[in-house]
């Protein structure tokens, strides 16, 4: 698992750069990358309103990408690099895969799953918790600012 900090900044530059795609689509500017063994193995951007998916959230399309890669549908030893906190369906599907591991660069105060409105990841409640680290990149929350912005306009 990933845990220096120049190495999750050249992640989230990743994570970045998928959420800018999703932007430039119209559509919620959030991404998100999959790490297993220092190697991205997956990247996502939400598809939400290009793909009519409610479903089209960028982590859970990153989890099926890195299912496909790995042959495994438990991601145990996999980190996911998100420029959002998760929302409850996202994280849902983060337990059901077992991931490793989650760094976020903003917090989602509408529907956040992790700190801001309930922490579904590390719940006792659930036979899976996964290992979070909020990871504060002001980039994160300024392109959904510009996205939203924008949107109003």
Known sequence: M????????????????CAR??????????????????????????RKEKDLDVLGHAEVIAIKEAVKVTGDWRLNDCTMICTLEPCPMCAGTMLQARLGKLVYGAYDLKWGAHST?????????FNHQVDVMYFPDERCSDILKSFFKQLRT
């Open 2 to 17: 990933i845990v220096q900090g120049g190495l999750i900044q050249s992640y989230m530059d990743e994570a970045l750069n």
């Open 21 to 46: 795609v999703a932007y430039d689509n119209g559509d919620v500017p959030v991404g998100a990358i999959i790490v297993k063994e220092g190697n991205i193995i997956a990247k996502a951007y939400n």
């Open 117 to 125: 409105k309930l922490n579904l990841l590390e719940s006792d409640q």
